[in-house]
Nanobody
Framework: QVQLVESGGGLVQPGGSLRLSCAAS????????MGWSRQAPGKQRELVAA???????NYADSVKGRFTISRDNAKNTVYLQMNSLKPEDTAVYYC???????????????WGQGTQVTVSS
């Protein structure tokens, strides 16, 4: 059983910072790309940032220059450092990872349960 467990969400004032973490646990062979998506009320889920196992990153235009994604491969953990937060960043943030449980199974996508981020004064 593979699980992704997120932490670090909460309430923050505009201009503030938060750091999200997501740790993968269970039995698996390797983790490829990891990322964060978010879903605001009444809106579709959107990709925020992603990072490959080699460290290449990409970001949504709306968060470039404010958010930084990183990962610790030894800990099977991905982070999202969010600075200069805006009210429009309010959403449930979901961790996602492409994981290979075994060479026979190949890779599949796993999702965390989500963590709420609220930016409000």
């Amino acid at each position: 059983q593979v699980q992704l467990v997120e932490s670090g969400g909460g309430l923050v004032q505009p201009g503030g910072s938060l750091r999200l973490s997501c740790a993968a646990s269970g039995s698996f062979f390797s983790i490829h790309t990891m990322g964060w998506s978010r879903q605001a009320p009444g809106k579709q889920r959107e990709l925020v940032a992603a990072i490959t196992s080699g460290g290449s990153t990409n970001y949504a235009d709306s968060v470039k220059g404010r958010f930084t994604i990183s990962r610790d491969n030894a800990k099977n953990t991905v982070y999202l450092q969010m600075n200069s937060l805006k009210p429009e960043d309010t959403a449930v943030y979901y961790c996602n990872a492409l994981i290979v449980r075994s060479l026979a199974e190949g890779s599949r996508s796993y999702w965390g349960q989500g963590t709420q981020v609220t930016v409000s004064s």
